[in-house]
């Protein structure tokens, strides 16, 4: 909502000269109108937006053309912002105090269908992770699942549906299904957040 904030990221993209800039928004019903409109292959939602708040507008985008891929940008990273962006559908997830170094690298990263995270979140829930397993006394449940739930593990937290990580890996999408749903269990997971989540805490995914 911020005018130099969004100056300076059209600067930044603007560099670029495989990237067009389709549109502006100051608020958040106005980005879910402009994106029903001109169809962009990126949105970049900055969280604190007027009138509908960029979490709920990012929601209402991704649901309305889930070909769209939302790029968050945050002041916050703290797992609860981080998992509630996911919960949104985002496929990106940027601090603003490192927005400039990495804004280029999101949007190509989602561009090519995968998942990008500011480095310093990723490094922040590991350690977390880690404290957490040591104050449990707990082995690594990584350990437990085979390497075929490995594999659909790290495809679905890359941002692919069932029918990709089928085609991908040569299996029915019910098979799919079955191992997403044992690694799941095994790991404790409940949805494709928590699941984003724990392949970002085990450095599967960057």
């Known amino acids: ?59 209402q985008i991704t649901k ?14 703290d797992e609860e912002f981080l998992i509630r962006a996911l919960t949104a559908g985002a496929k990106g997830y940027l601090l603003k105090d490192s927005a400039d170094a990495d804004v280029l690298r999101a ?6 269908g995968r998942t990008f995270f500011t480095p310093s979140i990723a490094h ?4 977390d992770y880690m404290r957490r397993l040591q104050q449990e006394g707990i082995q690594d449940s990584y350990d437990l699942l085979t390497d075929r739930e490995r594999e659909v ?4 937290a890359e941002g692919r549906s069932n029918k990709d990580v089928a085609a991908l890996l040569g299996l029915s999408i019910h098979t799919v299904d079955t191992h997403r749903t044992n690694f799941m ?13 724990y392949a970002m805490r085990k450095k599967i995914i960057s």
Do not use: C, W
């Open 1 to 59: 909502d911020h005018g130099v904030v969004r100056k300076g990221l059209r600067f930044l993209l603007s560099q670029d000269p495989s990237i067009e800039i389709a549109g502006e928004a100051e608020d958040g019903r106005e980005a879910v109108r402009l994106a029903a409109e001109l169809q962009p292959s990126i949105v970049i939602m900055d969280i604190a937006m007027p009138q509908l708040n960029g979490l709920d507008a990012a929601a």
């Open 64 to 77: 309305s053309n889930p070909k769209i891929a939302v790029i968050v940008l945050s002041m916050y990273s």
């Open 107 to 112: 949007v190509h990263a989602v561009a090519q």
């Open 124 to 127: 922040t829930l590991l350690e």
């Open 153 to 156: 593990l790290q495809l679905l």
């Open 185 to 197: 269990q095994k790991l404790g997971l409940h949805n494709t957040a928590e699941i984003v989540i």
